[in-house]
Each structure stands twice: as structure tokens, then as C-alpha cells.
Nanobody, 117 residues
Framework: QVQLVESGGGLVQPGGSLRLSCVAS????????MGWYRQAPGKQRELVGI???????NYRESVKGRFTISRENGKNTVYLQMNSLSPEDTAVYYC????WGVGQEYWGQGTQVTVSS
């Protein structure tokens, strides 16, 4: 199994920045891509961005140019650097990992990000 633990959430003012971290443990050899989803109150969970094992990234349109995903494979860690945050970015952010096999998915418990003045 794979365990994912997020950290770095909190309260930030509009225009501010936060950096989320996610550390994977357990059977990390199962992991291919890693990334982040988010879920705002009353809304469906949505993909924020993802990074493959070779470093290729993909982001949802609304965060392009503001958010950056990076990964340290040796530390089994993925980061989400969030800049120019707006209240619309308020959500619970979940770390995600996709395994090499079909249907293999792993989720963290989530970390709250609140953007408010």
C-alpha cells in the first residue's frame, strides 16, 4: 500500500502564496504520477495539476502561471507552489498518486487552504 501525507495548508490573504508538500511512504515503487486535486464546499473534486515520473506536468487552466508542481523522487515528495492566490482557490487540497496498474489510485487526507482577507 501507499500512504500520502500532506502539509502546508493554512490561511493566506488574497495575492499571497503557499507551498503544499506531500510525502509518500509504503510501497512507493507502485507510484507513477503524483499530483493535487482540490474540493471546494459544495463543488466536485477537481484536478489541480499532475506530474509524471519523468517530470512532465499538466495543470487545470485556472491555475496555469500561478501554481507549480514539482517532485523529488528520491524523497517520494511532491510539492505544490501556489502564488497569486485568490478566494476562488479556497478548498481542501488532496495529494494524489497514480500507480502503474489500471485503477491504482492513492489519496491523502487533505489539507485546508483558505484565501481570505
Amino acid at each position: 500500500q501507499v500512504q500520502l501525507v500532506e502539509s502546508g495548508g493554512g490561511l493566506v490573504q488574497p495575492g499571497g502564496s503557499l507551498r503544499l508538500s506531500c510525502v509518500a511512504s509504503g510501497s512507493t515503487f507502485r507510484i507513477n504520477a503524483m499530483g493535487w486535486y482540490r474540493q471546494a464546499p459544495g463543488k466536485q473534486r477537481e484536478l489541480v495539476g499532475i506530474i509524471t515520473s519523468t517530470g512532465r506536468t499538466n495543470y487545470r487552466e485556472s491555475v496555469k502561471g500561478r501554481f507549480t508542481i514539482s517532485r523529488e523522487n528520491g524523497k517520494n515528495t511532491v510539492y505544490l507552489q501556489m502564488n497569486s492566490l485568490s478566494p476562488e482557490d479556497t478548498a481542501v487540497y488532496y495529494c494524489y498518486a497514480a500507480g502503474w496498474g489500471v485503477g491504482q489510485e492513492y489519496w491523502g487526507q487533505g489539507t485546508q487552504v483558505t484565501v481570505s482577507s
